[in-house]
């Protein structure tokens, strides 16, 4: 699965990954984690910095919650310059989300956006417990998934955790630029669940309604 495909000159030449092989990357990262065979744990090895100090190339974008428990680079055992991360409790996509998201894919390519939610989410519960005034600006984006929830059979907090990640999957793949990168077969748009009771990210499937909850 990686990535790099020959030596012209003595230079390694490294193609990007299509979104297929980015996913499957982070998911064998995800099992590494798990079970403890990481392959990143020097992060500041001093080659690897020197070679992003004029550049980097994400293989991958996650729009994650900013809880301490949910760090992206950690949980997918990547190195620094792997995962373009943007972060913001409750993991949802507002007008500066998306411009850091419009940055990474049009600019960087990277080929795949993962929405990740995760298990016992505080700025969900808040809103499930309108006790969201000290945030109005992420309550307001996570109300529908909340709304969507209350009609479903199960875990309300789960539901509405993952109706949030489908709603904001969703709410991506209606932006120009992404449908764009997504008919050139450049990119892809997945959500997932982070359990943190035992560090599995579950991949969710996109329901046709977004309301609707689904699973791969
Ligand atoms: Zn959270």
Same mark, same amino acid.
């Given at each position: 699965?990686?990535? *790099?495909? /020959?030596?012209?000159? &003595?230079?390694?030449? *490294?193609?990007? #990954?299509?979104? +297929? ?7 064998? &990262?995800? *099992? ?14 001093? !080659? ?13 974008? %996650?729009?994650?919650? !900013? ?6 680079? *950690? ?14 409790a /409750?993991?949802? $996509? /507002? ?10 894919v049009?600019?960087?390519?990277? #080929?795949? %956006? ?26 307001? @984006?996570?109300?529908? =998934?909340?709304?969507? =929830? ?7 907090? +789960? ?8 709603? $904001?999957?969703? +709410? @991506? ?11 050139a /077969? ?12 035992? &560090?599995?990210?579950?991949? @969710?499937?996109? #329901? ?9």
């Open positions: 699965m990686i990535l *790099i495909c /020959g030596a012209l000159f &003595g230079e390694e030449i *490294i193609k990007r #990954p299509t979104p +297929q092989e980015a996913l499957h990357k982070l998911i064998a &990262g995800n *099992i590494r984690a798990i079970e403890d065979q990481i392959e990143h744990p020097n992060h500041f090895k001093e !080659s690897k910095l020197l070679a992003l100090v004029n550049k980097q190339e994400p293989f991958a974008v %996650i729009v994650a919650c !900013s809880d301490s428990r949910v760090s992206p680079e *950690i949980l997918f055992d990547q190195g620094i310059g792997d995962l373009f991360v943007v972060r913001i /409750g993991n949802v $996509v /507002g007008l500066i989300e998306l411009e850091s998201i419009h940055y990474a049009t600019q960087l390519k990277a #080929p795949i %956006i993962v929405v990740m939610g995760h298990e016992n989410c505080g700025a969900i519960q808040a809103v499930l417990k309108n006790q969201d005034q000290t945030m109005p600006e992420i309550g307001a @984006l996570i109300r529908p =998934a909340v709304e969507c =929830a209350k009609g479903e059979k199960g875990d309300l907090l +789960q539901n509405a955790i993952e109706a949030n990640v489908n709603l $904001v999957v969703h +709410q @991506l793949k209606e932006m120009d630029f992404i449908k764009k990168a997504m008919q /077969g450049d990119l892809e748009v997945v959500g997932s669940y982070y359990q943190l009771q035992n &560090g599995v990210v579950r991949l @969710l499937m996109e #329901p046709s309604n977004p309301c609707v909850k689904g699973e791969l």
